[in-house]
């Protein structure tokens, strides 16, 4: 896939860039505000240039401090290279852009950005979500996406376009009008798929049918579901919301509640080796233990469950295959700051009896 922005500015770009930047990747939007006026960052933009696809996103679980090989761009079969907004890709590439074009404006840096910023727009769905991949990919793939935080990571960025908050205050007015309707069909969104058991509003499941809104399955291991730790993204953005409407703020007591309601009690996560010394969890358990949460709840019942690769449903963590058990996050405290903290605050904020 080519890059959005004219090949001839790339190689101008790319002869301030070093065999590698000492910023890593995961830290590239987390930088002081001059780091984003030298070099280094110059040289990473160069690099980050040359990744983005024709269709104007990102692909992720790529490391774009440095160029791309002459091998990888000429190698149009990759899949990896797909765009995408799951596990922050594309979101983060326009954030790190809008740091360094506020702090150093360059026109293919803009040009960048706006490429990018419409590939956001183009991929969401009329009725305000979001799939994991655009251009669609057959599968689970098609679903409106909360899973690791895909949809509210694009629906974040264009509330701050939206409002002009810094980096976002150099995009103009037109960009801006349109950020604010995708986000307020994202809203509405968010408010359709939130699932309602026995007439109380719970949380929503890591991704929703695109057609039905149901909730909807991903990989092997990742079933239909209540979210515990998706839910607690969403509920953040909708916090986040100056003028929350009535609708809006029964859709979070609802969550809060939800989240209140399921928290289990007296069980520990242990990260201790297995015998072989490779690396296992467990739950134990541990009457001194903090709260947890599942990541995954089943429908009408609320009960925690977990699943492996085989697909089959269990209701004992330890049950499942070692390899899930140690390399995937089943159980964790994900709600807690929302509950004790965030939340209070929000009630506070808006003086709500």
């Known amino acids: 896939m080519r890059c959005g922005a004219p090949i001839a500015t790339i190689l101008l770009l790319a002869v301030s ?51 791309p090989s002459a091998e990888f761009l000429a190698d149009t079969a990759l899949d990896h290279r797909a765009p995408t907004i799951d596990n922050a890709a594309t979101t983060t590439q326009l954030h790190f852009l809008a740091q360094v074009i506020s702090a150093q404006d360059d026109p293919a840096w803009r040009a960048a950005f706006d490429h990018g910023f419409a590939y956001l727009l183009a ?12 251009p669609l990919r057959p599968g689970y793939y098609t679903h409106i996406t909360f899973n690791d935080d895909a949809m509210i990571n694009v629906l974040t960025l264009l509330r701050e376009v939206s409002l002009g908050q810094p980096p976002y205050g150099f995009v103009d007015a037109t960009r801006r009008a349109k950020a604010a309707v995708a986000v307020e069909q994202g809203i509405a969104c968010i408010l359709r798929t939130q699932v309602k058991q026995n007439g109380k509003l719970t949380v929503w499941c890591a991704q929703h049918d695109e057609v039905t809104f149901a909730p909807a399955p991903a990989r092997n291991f990742e079933p239909v579901s209540l979210s515990g730790a998706e839910s607690v993204g969403v509920v953040r953005f909708l916090m986040a919301l100056e003028n929350p409407a009535p609708e809006v703020v ?38 001194a233990a903090p709260d947890l949460w599942a990541r995954f709840y089943e429908l009408g019942t609320d009960r925690p469950i977990f699943t ?46």
């Open 123 to 134: 991929a969401q769905y009329a009725h305000g979500g979001w799939p994991q991949y655009f």
């Open 250 to 287: 029964a859709a979070i007591e609802g969550a809060v509640a939800w989240f209140r309601a399921v928290s289990i009690h007296g069980l520990r996560v242990d990260n201790s080796p297995g015998a072989d010394g490779k690396k296992d969890r467990r739950a134990v358990s541990d009457p």
């Open 17 to 67: 860039v070093t065999a590698g930047a000492a910023v890593r990747w995961n830290d590239i939007t987390k930088q002081p505000a001059e780091w984003y006026a030298g070099a280094e960052a110059r040289a990473v933009a160069a690099s980050l240039l040359q990744y983005q696809t024709k269709e104007g996103g990102w692909s992720k679980n790529t490391d774009m401090t440095s160029p």
């Open 308 to 353: 492996g690769r085989d697909k089959v449903i269990r209701y004992d963590y330890n049950e499942i295959e070692r390899e899930r058990r140690a390399g995937y996050s089943y159980l964790n405290t994900w709600p807690a700051k929302l509950l004790a903290t965030e939340y209070p605050r929000w009630r506070a904020k808006h003086k709500l009896p």
